[in-house]
């Protein structure tokens, strides 16, 4: 679903790992060993895995497969090879990309106390978060040397032959009422658009958008949040959903917009064209994940030199790669959204 800065946790997806097995002679907390004298801990590997639960609740149930645990273990590896490639400025670059994104960590904990609770209770540091963000970026600011601007226009002209709005941007409130009622039972569609238009009359009637949202609106990504879903990218929402983000004309109440999930009353408080000028940064960082992920897919493999972890089975089941770029936040499961993907998170 969307990604939004709602901190949602739960306490299984923030237990430690201790499944990898380990036995290196004299060295048993090593868990591999990889060309020109690199190493991982095991410490190491399980902090590296925790960090990545605390953000991806939903691998949980792959902590177990060995082709997570070596998925892992091969990105772990090519993070720490390419962030060790750094430059003085990539180095600088990052630092003070680093506090930015360290500042609206802080404010997600400032938002919802019981995070750092829950940070402390799988024994993950803001030092531990400190060092996950950097090592991405350093990668990153490695592999975007290889960007050159000619490949960042082509993907910029590509996505916008698919999607002219793709990069586009927009502050939407809304109150969704959806076809199923809070306690699973289904509502017909008259019942659900009865129920979105008496909010609707509410609103004409100088009703509180935010406080109403917090009232009726039954999509929990944002209803807490007055039902705001603040400079998000419009490409990621259904169709309807972002027909409507991209054509009502700002600051005024929508009738209710029918989507896959519900009815959703809508109010757009901003909206940004983007140009290629304000999404290059963006695209560059999206094609340096690019050939970072190529680089621990194809090359990692290759240089390592000892792996004590089990070896995945000749079927192994499917398992999600963990993001090679996290965001400042941990992203929090909306479900019902706007979002394209019903799966996504």
Known sequence: ???????????????????????????????????????????????????????????????????????????????????????????????????????EFDKVLKDHPDADKQMKDADISRDDIETFFRRHMLANG????????????KEYDASIAQDPHMFDTASVRHILINFTDPEGKERTKEDALARAKEVHKKLQEGGDFAALAKEYSEDPGSKDNGGLYEDAQVSQWVEAFKKAAIELPLNTISDPVETEYGYHIMKVEKRTLKTFDDVKGEIKMSLADRKLSEFIEKEVPGLIEQNNLPSPTPTPSASPEPTASPSASPAADSTPSPSASPSAS
């Open 1 to 103: 679903m969307l990604r939004n800065k709602k901190w949602r946790i739960t306490a299984i997806a923030l237990l430690a790992l201790t499944v990898f097995a380990v036995g290196c002679g004299g060295k048993k907390d090593l868990v591999a060993t990889y060309k020109d004298g690199g190493g991982v801990t095991k410490a190491e590997l399980d902090k590296y895995a925790s960090v990545n639960l605390l953000f991806q609740p939903a691998y949980e149930m792959f902590k177990e497969d060995p082709e997570f645990q070596n998925m892992l273990l091969h990105q772990l590896i090519g993070l720490k090879i390419k962030s060790e490639q750094a430059d003085s400025a990539v180095k600088d670059e990052v630092e003070t990309k680093l506090k930015e994104q360290m500042a």
């Open 142 to 153: 490695v592999a975007g040397k290889d960007v050159k601007d000619e490949d960042i226009k």
